[in-house]
Nanobody, 124 residues
Framework: QVLLVESGGGLVQAGGSLRLSCAAS????????MGWFRQAPGKEREFVAA????????NFADSVKGRFTISRDNAKNTMSLQMNSLKPEDTAVYYC?????????????????WGQGTQVTVSS
């Protein structure tokens, strides 16, 4: 069992930056792939970024490539999403997710554990 708690959301102007963090409980964190998803009002949850179990491989949605960076610290059971050059269309609730699949998978159905979400609002 893995418990995930996100932090770091907030309100930022377009062009600004935010850093989201995800703290995980459980001794098996380092065995899991981790990901970030987001959901805007009236839209389906969508993939943002993923990182494999040891941090050596990452995947990003085309919409965030070059702007977002994902990283993890297995010694601290944490994962982060650095978001730069934010746009109003990045506004959403962001969710941290954990997958027993060790690869950097991108489908929500491939993730078994989810955080409660943190709101990110980008004003124009």
């Amino acid at each position: 069992q893995v418990l995930l708690v996100e932090s770091g959301g907030g309100l930022v102007q377009a062009g600004g930056s935010l850093r989201l963090s995800c703290a995980a409980s459980g001794r098996t964190f380092s065995m899991y792939a981790m990901g970030w998803f987001r959901q805007a009002p009236g839209k389906e949850r969508e993939f943002v970024a993923a990182i494999n179990w040891d941090g050596g491989l990452t995947n990003f949605a085309d919409s965030v490539k070059g702007r977002f960076t994902i990283s993890r610290d297995n010694a601290k059971n944490t994962m982060s999403l650095q978001m730069n050059s934010l746009k109003p269309e990045d506004t959403a609730v962001y969710y941290c997710a954990g997958s027993r699949n060790t690869a950097a998978v991108i489908r929500p159905s491939q993730y078994e554990y989810w955080g409660q979400g943190t709101q990110v609002t980008v004003s124009s």
